[in-house]
């Protein structure tokens, strides 16, 4: 890549964890990809997103992205793309299969050394759920699920922030209730929960438990993960974001995205086509009416990813409705 063309064309409005101060795009750069890519092709692709102005980038023990953005970060660095490690905000998660109080820092030295860092920004517990220790596979196998136990875990996060391993720790896919529970045991409290946020699972409630309590929601699958195995395209496909689409002269990814930064809701987008990460950051000098905003705010409100691979007749989770404790949408319907 030719540093010379380094080009911040788009500014990506930050917004600041209270807890620890970090400043942190609004538009995170999403790594998980389904059907998987190559190490190499992942890279290219987080290069590419690092040169087109992206600084805070989103990854996963079990997304296999971890060491490609550390080998894309580290050639950024060499390319002058960015001089140093601290411009960015580098978020990981937990993967249930090491969900419990003594692997949790075995992890995290893992996952660091994928990344070669010493620190990430933010460390996140992926599910609420243990996976029997040693499988990392996705989907899972279901009789190897079983309930976290969240004291343990969530202490042994703590020593993370503690070493400095991690300036912020946080939790993914918790319901209101889950999330309760986890503030009631913690001495230092959730900074984050990224779940799924997208026009048609907005997630009103959870917001504003979130607000209440000091944790800052952000949005994964914005545009639904259309073509994924937790995605699909109802989405990109929806009619009444089309027609705003069409009004406006813009992408439904573009209304999807312009709509969440409204809402002032940060998301995890990802894409590793160039056309369309340049076109996921055209959204800024434009704004959607108080009629269209109305228009998305009614669409029926359901889970996309509903967490359906956690779920067995005689599991931990019998349902979908018990795994997210009632939290699935006037307008779901379990396929059970
Ligand atoms: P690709 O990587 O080929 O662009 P989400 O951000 O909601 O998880 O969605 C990610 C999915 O949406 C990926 O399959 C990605 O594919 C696709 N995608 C990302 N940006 C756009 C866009 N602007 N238009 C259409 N599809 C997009």
Redesign the pocket.
Known sequence: MDSSCVATSFRIPEQVLTSSGQRMQLLGF?TAAYPLVTPQVAKQAILQAIKLGHRHFDTAYIYGTEQPLGEAIVEAISLGLIISRDELFITTKLWCSNAYGELVLPQLRRSLQNLKMEYVDLFLIHWPLSLKPGRYEFPVRKVEISPMDFGSVWAAMEDCQRLGLTKSIGVSNFSCKKLADILALAKIPPAVNQVEF?PLWNQKKLREYCKANGVLLIG?????????LW?SSRV?ENEVLKEIAKAKGK?V?QICLKWAFEEGVGV??????VE?MK??LEILDWSLSEEERKRIGDLPQSRGCTGESFVSENGTFKTIEEFWDGEVGLHFHSKK
């Not at 994964?220 to 994924?228: H, I, M, N, Q, V």
């Not at 995890?268 to 086509?273: D, E, L, Q, R």
């Open positions: 999403g997208n994964y699958s914005p545009l639904g993960a259309s073509g994924t995605g990109l992408t990814a995890i987008v990802k894409s590793f086509n369309r076109q996921n």
